[in-house]
């Protein structure tokens, strides 16, 4: 059951843009249609990369905002390298891991207009986002991050929707400014 209110959820489905925890926050899933990939190598896939939209017949341009969750997975092809969990996940083919890392196709297609980048926990954690956040505006868009330590990786996730608090706020608020006009 969800844990978003209606009004929430209302809100958020107006705005246009879909918050998706992981790597590849930048996937519209709420508007994907039936035809999903069942390969890893295209679930991994950054998913604002256009070819991956595309396949599912939509245009970059739809995305106007995403909101990236609690990720640290920029540079697939760096902590694949040296973690087991993301071998775990991506295999072990490193063409796999710079397919799969977000900052190897920024500049390949249209960005987004907006990007906020929520982050938390360890300060090398939080340098990786801003590290990705600046090369996202130097690309040409407007990314942010923003640090919500001292919440956890399942706090940032669930407490979305759930309630007055720093999340739902955030997430209101970012989504309300993408949507204005």
């Not at 939209?53 to 245009?59: N, P, R, Y």
């Not at 907006?114 to 130097?138: C, H, N, W």
């Not at 608090?165 to 209101?172: G, K």
């Amino acid at each position: 059951m969800s844990r978003r209110s209606p009004a929430t959820a209302e809100r958020l489905s107006q705005c246009g843009c879909t918050a998706v925890a992981g790597a590849a926050a930048t996937s519209p899933t709420a508007r994907l249609p039936e035809k999903r990939s069942t390969t890893r190598r295209d679930r991994c896939r950054p998913h604002g990369d256009p070819s991956f939209l595309a396949g599912h017949d939509l245009d970059p341009a739809w995305l106007d905002c995403v909101v990236l969750l609690d990720s640290e997975g920029y540079e697939v092809s760096t902590m694949a390298a040296a973690n087991e969990l993301y071998r775990n996940a991506f295999g072990d083919d490193p063409a796999v891991w710079v397919d799969a890392s977000p900052s190897e196709h920024v500049g390949e297609g249209p960005l987004p207009a907006e990007i906020l980048i929520v982050t938390r926990g360890r300060a090398e954690r939080v340098a990786k986002a801003q590290s990705f956040a600046d090369q996202l505006t130097a690309a040409g868009t407007d990314a942010r991050v923003v640090d919500v330590s001292p919440l956890s990786h399942a706090d940032v996730n669930n407490f979305i929707g759930a309630g007055d608090n720093v999340m739902s706020a955030l997430m209101i608020e970012e989504l309300a400014t993408c949507a204005a006009p």
